[in-house]
């Protein structure tokens, strides 16, 4: 089972290089497997560099301080 509040904290920290370029993203869920789903919003929801800024942005930095296994997805609303 993955730490959910760490997870939480790592996506507070990458927010704020999200928020300085107008864009955000709000955690939709975490799953027990470790899938964290989450809402592009502002100038990120239409960037071309979306899934960019998914993968090697968040995602990475989430394996790198919470778990290895977790992947993120994004879901559109």
Do not use: F, N, W, Y
């Not at 929801?45 to 997805?73: F, N, W, Y």
Request: hydrophobic share 40%; with cysteine.
């Amino acid at each position: 089972m993955v730490d959910k509040e760490k997870i939480k904290d790592v996506l507070d920290k990458v927010r704020i290089s999200l928020q300085a370029d107008g864009g955000d993203a709000r955690l939709v869920e975490i799953t027990d497997e470790g899938v964290v789903k989450l809402q592009l919003m502002g100038a990120c929801a239409g960037c071309p560099m979306s899934q960019m800024t998914l993968k090697a942005g968040i995602e990475r930095a989430l394996r790198d301080h919470v778990d290895e296994s977790i992947v993120v997805e994004e879901v559109k609303q």
